[in-house]
């Protein structure tokens, strides 16, 4: 009596193992539309792309110097790596007249170390200003969504001039009467319909920068 054939390991394998395929997770949208409120420029249209919240904002702005700062070093990398190699090479006429030594590599590579080390530490500090140059103009511009910003923490009397700056372009107040409403938020927003501020509109001052902003509300 002969044996059964052996079973194809593949055969009939409907497991969860075998029959589901996992995808990975979509990333999030840094940004979403929002309504283009009366006040903003008709160029930019029905809706604008907003931060949901300050924090999304600079989250945002540290990721892009990150990724920035991480690829122009990568290239300073290989930069001071052939400079230092260039500066280091054995004289050619050592080379020429097949005078090179071990002691002579041994030297090279001391030297290309010490130059690669000093050639990339200037290179990092470039870097770093080249991602703030870079993220700086675009993440000032930028816009957050008003529904975002946290009224149980921020002043209502100071998002009540931070939002009238926007709308009337940055004119001193002097009382709520001169536009026809008080400190009230909701009233504001309902008269107005401000949707979205920039990103400098969260500095306290002309002064200020994003690093400024971000160590006085972390």
């Not at 008003?146 to 009337?168: A, H, M, P």
């Not at 026809?180 to 920068?209: A, C, I, P, Q």
Request: proline fraction near 6%; glycine fraction near 8%.
């Amino acid at each position: 009596m002969g044996s059964a054939p052996p079973t194809s390991p593949n055969s009939d394998d409907y497991s969860a193992s075998a029959t589901l395929i996992p995808f990975p997770h979509s990333l999030p949208l840094l940004r979403g539309p929002v309504k283009a409120g009366p006040r903003d420029h008709p160029s930019t249209g029905t809706y604008l792309l907003a931060f949901k919240n300050p924090r999304a904002w600079a989250a945002a702005y540290e990721n892009c110097k990150a990724q920035l700062t991480s690829q122009c070093e990568s290239g300073a990398r290989i930069g001071c790596s052939i400079s230092a190699s260039t500066k280091c090479k054995t004289p050619w006429w050592k080379v020429l007249l097949g005078l090179s030594s071990e002691q002579d590599f041994s030297e090279r590579a001391k030297c290309e170390e010490i130059e690669m080390e000093a050639c990339f530490a200037a290179a990092r500090e470039r870097c770093g200003v080249f991602a703030k140059d870079k993220c700086g103009p675009v993440f000032k511009n930028a816009r957050i969504e008003v529904s975002g910003l946290d009224l149980k923490v921020v002043d209502r009397k100071e998002v009540f001039r931070l939002i009238s700056g926007v709308s009337f372009g940055n004119k001193k107040s002097h009382g709520a009467g001169v536009w026809g409403v008080d400190k009230s938020w909701d009233e504001f927003w309902g008269k107005y319909e401000v949707t979205t501020v920039s990103g400098r509109d969260l500095f306290g001052s002309e002064d200020m920068n994003i690093e400024d902003y971000l160590k006085s509300s972390s």
